[in-house]
Every structure is written in structure tokens, then in C-alpha cells.
């Protein structure tokens, strides 16, 4: 099993230390991995958490934290050094169960809010792992959307986005984001953004997931709510009542997908036949027309707002993502310089600590979880 890892900008510092400026950090420009034993040296990071799949993380004031085990049904709670504390759940469909669990979060400090994804449902815990209750969307339209992604907002109030078909031309696979805050006191939504999309409709249909639009959510300060969708360039910010409040474009452009990406989609290196399909029915096989214009989004302990570029065919390993404040000016353009361990998903915030979910880069297939600080040169 590999152990954590930890990102470098010029210097890491271990022990008590002062916030750092992580402005100054992303203006240096690079962020280098190098190996870190002390967080989480004896978690079996690779055993807990099998898939790149498992990508969520919910933080507690003291630095604990919640991640999900996507394939497993299970959530893991850890302390602050990254030791395993607890883990509970299990793959079904009962109270308490899970099926493919995914984004978290924690409301008004005591509940832990679970997207149980495969039931359709949210699912809530104590901090304990005690199961609550589950909460359903949409209730009274008919079957319950998928949920997609969710924040917690406070108050007893959630914002998540839903899935929902939608009708379109024959030609054409279309479907409806929809932006919902949840009261779970009363069960009232208030709906404050949508968004459409589609892809073309072939005979033999080739899904890639990462070429489909996904919602972002996070609550930014005490009372706005930041929604994107990587389909759309707008960053929008909202209030609890719904009320839109502000928003601006990033600066970034649509790719146009192409073959090779396919071709990397698909793994043509360690999966041949999948390409040999694609060569055999490429005339009854249509491609979308473009890429999403970033691949994720995140806040770090700032309220900076990280947008990943998309690398959607990996034709180098960087990883690169451009920084905004929430007016909207672009503030630095970082590259990760991945060495020895390269992230897979993007980076989390906790106070003056930053997290994130790294492989290494000789293809081997382990996965760590890894705790670094990011400091000026």
C-alpha cells in the first residue's frame, strides 16, 4: 500500500504555522508532489477506496472528516491525522443503506448529508454514522430526479442538482439540470437555476460521462450560493431566497471533440477491442460537438474559486486550473508538476490545509489520499 502524499508550492510547513498566503502560492505558478509520511502512514489508503470513482470529502471543525466508497456503498470517517475511525452503510436499499454513494457534506454541524445515489435519494447520519432519515426530491412529479451534487447551506437548508429528462428532437439525447434549494424543515424547493443539454443520437452510442455538463455547488460566505455547470462559461451567485445576485464568464474556450479523445476515453491502450469496435462502426457512431469548458470546480479556504482545465485526452500530465475571485477577476493560472504522484480529482479546502486524491504516475494503480499546505516562495 502507498502511503499519503503532499503537494509542495516552494515550501511545506509541519506543526503550528501561520494561514498561508495562498494567493502568493498560486502566483509562483507550479505546484510539485513529493511524498509526506505523516498524514494517514497507516491507512490503506488503495484498500478503503478502490475507484478514482471515490472522490467526495466532508469536513468537521476539529479537521476530521467523511469520504465515500463509491463501489463499496460505505463511508469512511477519519480524525485529523487521517487515521480510520469508523466506517458504516452498506450497499442496499434500505433505511441506512447505500447504493453508490457520492457528494457530502455537513449541515449545521451535526448531520451528515449522504447523495445516495443509486436510491435517488439523500441520506442523512449523525456524526456518529447513526442513521437519520432519507429525503427524497421532486417528490410528487412523478419518479425522483437523479441527484447530481449538493452543498450545505445552513439553516437546514441544502442546495442540490438534480437530472431529469427532457424531450428533444428523434435525433438527439436531451436532458434537464435543475437547481434546487431543499428546505428540510417544510420540504419546500425553490428552484434557482436550469440548464439544458443534448448530444447527438447514433445507432451505437459511446457514453463518456466526463463529456457531459456537471453542477458545482458550494455556499460562499454566510449567504450566497455559487452554482456552475461546466456546460455554460457563467460563475453565478445566488441568495437562500433564490434571488440571483451576481455573475461573470470565465475565461476559457470550448474544445472540440475529436477522435483521439475517444480514443482515450475508451483506454485504447489497455483495452484494444473497445477502439476496434469504434474503427468497425465509426460511420453509425456521432460524437458531441464539444467538450465541457472545464473539467471541476472548487473553493479554497479563501472562497478563491478553482476551475480545472480540461485535459480531456491527457496529452501531457499536467494538470492545470486558473483562479478567480468571486468578482470575477482571473487571479493566477497554476500548473501541477506531478513527479512521482499526479492528483485525479481536484483539490479540497480545510482551514490553512489543502487535500487531494492522487495516483502515481507509473500506472500502477494505487491511490492516496494526501494532506499538504500550500506557502508563498
Not at 62 to 76: C, I, K, Q, W, Y
Not at 162 to 168: H, I, M
Not at 182 to 196: M, S, V
Not at 348 to 372: E, M, Q, V
Request: glycine share 8%.
Amino acid at each position: 500500500m502507498i502511503n499519503a502524499v503532499v503537494f509542495l508550492v516552494a515550501v511545506v510547513m509541519f506543526g503550528p504555522a501561520p494561514q498561508p498566503d495562498l494567493l502568493a502560492a498560486y502566483k509562483s505558478g507550479t505546484i510539485r508532489v513529493v511524498s509526506d509520511p505523516a498524514f494517514g502512514a497507516k491507512t490503506e489508503w488503495d484498500f478503503l477506496f478502490k475507484t478514482s470513482t471515490d472522490r467526495w470529502t466532508a469536513f468537521l471543525p476539529n479537521g476530521s472528516f467523511f469520504r465515500t466508497a463509491f463501489a463499496e456503498g460505505l463511508v469512511h470517517k477519519f480524525d485529523a491525522e487521517g487515521n480510520l475511525l469508523t466506517s458504516f452503510g452498506r450497499k442496499g436499499q434500505g433505511p441506512g443503506d447505500l447504493q453508490n454513494p457520492g457528494a457530502l457534506d455537513v449541515l449545521d454541524g451535526k448531520t451528515l448529508v449522504v447523495n445516495d445515489m443509486g436510491n435517488r435519494r439523500l441520506s442523512l447520519f449523525d456524526l456518529d454514522g447513526n442513521f437519520l432519515e432519507t429525503v427524497k426530491l421532486g417528490e410528487g412529479v412523478g419518479s425522483p430526479p437523479s441527484i447530481l451534487s449538493l452543498a450545505a447551506l445552513g439553516g437546514n437548508k441544502l442546495v442540490c442538482a438534480v437530472s431529469e429528462g427532457r424531450t428533444g428532437p428523434p435525433t438527439v439525447i436531451a436532458a434537464r439540470y435543475r437547481v434546487l434549494i431543499k428546505d428540510l424543515t417544510d420540504g419546500q424547493e425553490i428552484e434557482l437555476a436550469a440548464f439544458d443539454w443534448e448530444k447527438p443520437r447514433s445507432k451505437f452510442m459511446v457514453r463518456v460521462i466526463e463529456w457531459e455538463p456537471a453542477v458545482f455547488l458550494a455556499r460562499v460566505g454566510p449567504d450566497r450560493v455559487l452554482v456552475a455547470c461546466s456546460g455554460s462559461p457563467e460563475i453565478a451567485f445566488f441568495s437562500f431566497s433564490g434571488k440571483k445576485l451576481a455573475s461573470f464568464s470565465l475565461d476559457a474556450e470550448r474544445t472540440k471533440v475529436t477522435w483521439k479523445h475517444l480514443e482515450f476515453a475508451m483506454n485504447a491502450d489497455k483495452e484494444p477491442k473497445n477502439m476496434e469496435f469504434v474503427a468497425r462502426n465509426k460511420a453509425d457512431i456521432k460524437l458531441p460537438e464539444y467538450l465541457p469548458y472545464f473539467s471541476r470546480l472548487a473553493l479554497d479556504a479563501d472562497e478563491n474559486i478553482l476551475v480545472y482545465d480540461y485535459n480531456p485526452a491527457r496529452f501531457s500530465r499536467d494538470v492545470s486550473f486558473k483562479v478567480y475571485a468571486t468578482d470575477g477577476r482571473l487571479l493566477a493560472a497554476v500548473k501541477i508538476d506531478p513527479v512521482e504522484y499526479e492528483p485525479v480529482m481536484p483539490v479540497h479546502f480545510w482551514k490553512n490545509f489543502a487535500y487531494a486524491y492522487l495516483t502515481k504516475t507509473d500506472g500502477d494503480g494505487s491511490f492516496a489520499f494526501a494532506r499538504f499546505k500550500m506557502a508563498a516562495r
